[in-house]
């Protein structure tokens, strides 16, 4: 079941303080609701009701789908508790089949359940996104200036005239843009990784992210 919390948060605006509601973990077979929730990003948005800032909640959060096996934990302080993690880490290995991940950020959050709810790996996809960058990088374009690793997010899968692609956005003064890339791509970042299983992470919690992908291609 999804467990809640309560909890004082301060606006970033004006200082007051607020008493929110946080969701320590979330379960998607007994909460539908809270998925959509998760993936527009709007669980986590709250309103001050003093000066009508809207602040993003800060806070540990594990999401759990049981009809996917994907379990993704989000700790924004990155101090992960290990022994929780153990605990929960058999406790899947028991059910099997069970795909682990640790984020810091909600933006994180949000991208690893539009990656998986599409049916795609994301260590393909975090490679995908390398590719594409050094690409834009490598041909001088002007957008890849603002394009940064944690910025640069997968947003859906698209098909025009019969092709598929990739569709990522990110942000460029002030706008959200977004990006096309062939879903050939993919599968030969899919290919690349299935040939070379020693890049996967240890441990059944992974964190599949730019710093991940920066590591192990050189
Ligand atoms: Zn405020």
Redesign the pocket.
């Known amino acids: 079941m999804s467990i809640t919390a309560e909890a004082l948060a301060p606006?970033?605006?004006?200082?007051?303080k607020?008493r929110i509601k946080i969701y320590r973990s979330i379960n998607t077979s007994e909460d539908p609701g809270l998925k959509e929730k998760i993936r527009n990003g709007s669980l986590f948005v709250w309103e001050?009701?003093?000066?009508?800032?809207a602040?993003l909640a800060r806070y540990e959060c594990l999401y759990h789908d049981p009809v996917s096996r994907i379990m993704v934990w989000l700790v924004p302080s990155g101090d992960f508790p290990e022994s929780q993690m153990e605990a929960i880490s058999n406790h899947t290995r028991a059910m099997g089949g069970y795909r682990l991940r640790l984020v810091s950020d909600v933006g994180a959050l949000m991208e690893k359940i539009l990656i998986f709810d599409a049916g795609l790996d994301d260590m393909a996809v975090e490679m995908c996104k390398y590719v594409t960058i050094m690409e834009m990088l490598s041909k001088g374009n002007h957008a890849s200036d603002s394009i940064s690793g944690t910025s640069f997010h997968f947003h859906r899968i698209e098909e025009k005239d019969g092709m598929k692609y990739m569709v990522f956005i990110y942000p460029s003064s002030g706008r959200m843009m977004s990006l096309d890339v062939g879903f050939n791509v993919y599968e030969d970042s899919l290919g690349i990784i299935g040939r070379n299983p020693d890049i996967i992470p240890d441990g059944p919690f992974m964190k599949i992210d730019q710093e991940w992908i920066s590591s192990v291609i050189r």
Not at 11 to 16: A, D, F, I, L
Not at 48 to 53: D, E, F, R, S
Request: proline letters at 7%.
């Open positions: 606006c970033s605006k004006c200082g007051e607020t001050c009701p003093h000066c009508h800032q602040n």
